[in-house]
T-cell receptor, first 115, second 110 residues
Framework: EAGVVQSPRYKIIEKKQPVAFWCNPI?????LYWYLQNLGQGPELLIR????????DSQLPKDRFSAERLKGVDSTLKIQPAELGDSAVYLC?????????????FGEGSRLTVL | DQQVKQNSPSLSVQEGRISILNCDYT??????FLWYKKYPAEGPTFLIS?????DKNEDGRFTVFLNKSAKHLSLHIVPSQPGDSAVYFC?????????FGQGTILTVHP
């Protein structure tokens, strides 16, 4: 069974440019998460989807970040415009719709460097 | 307001000995407590969890202990192996949200 797939793995852009990350969750997983991980820190939740509905986006900086999960499968996270402080690893994770015990399946992450 | 704290940024252990990783929390409304392991350039992977109604859960070499009165979570790895060298994150699930600690780098020396 394929795991969570993210792309691109690495992205280098100049500040004020836009960037987008894509995530394909594990088949059948209806819950999808985007996490941000800064160097030396634990992952921090940006947004959580249940199917196509964003049920928790309280930590998403909505002035420059946006996300969508059309049809409740793949998801895209966009930053526009990017700032120097956005340099981090963006992790996508998914979990099944059964009783939520905290077991998430993470992708390898997309490492963003903003110059 | 940091709800989860891993106070030891790193831990070094000899192969075959016990590794003990610790985590403290402030929120009493967590339902599950978890440990994740992360290798470089990979995403975190689930290791072991414990429900808030239990105080111990064991899975092979890994045992998680929960002390609710002290609001303390720990992970014991016995015996430690060089392949256990990774970053370990504690995680706390409450209201559907999983909150992670800052991580502890474990190095197991042969």
């Amino acid at each position: 069974e394929a795991g969570v797939v993210q792309s691109p793995r690495y992205k280098i852009i100049e500040k004020k440019q836009p960037v987008a990350f894509w995530c394909n969750p594990i088949s059948g997983h209806n819950t999808l998460y985007w996490y941000l991980q800064n160097l030396g820190q634990g992952p921090e939740l940006l947004i959580r989807y249940e199917n196509e509905e964003a049920v928790d986006d309280s930590q998403l900086p909505k002035d420059r970040f946006s996300a969508e999960r059309l049809k409740g499968v793949d998801s895209t996270l966009k930053i526009q415009p990017a700032e120097l402080g956005d340099s981090a690893v963006y992790l996508c994770a998914s979990s099944s719709g059964q009783k939520h015990t905290g077991e998430l399946f993470f992708g390898e992450g997309s490492r963003l460097t903003v110059l | 307001d940091q709800q989860v704290k891993q106070n030891s940024p790193s831990l070094s252990v000899q192969e075959g000995r016990i590794s003990i990783l610790n985590c403290d929390y402030t929120n009493s409304m967590f339902d599950y407590f978890l440990w994740y392991k992360k290798y470089p350039a990979e995403g975190p992977t689930f290791l072991i969890s414990i429900s808030s109604i239990k105080d111990k859960n064991e899975d092979g070499r890994f045992t998680v202990f929960l002390n609710k009165s002290a609001k303390h979570l720990s992970l014991h790895i016995v015996p430690s192996q060089p392949g256990d060298s990774a970053v370990y994150f504690c995680g706390f699930l409450g209201y559907g949200k999983l909150t992670f600690g800052q991580g502890t780098i474990l190095t197991v020396h042969p």
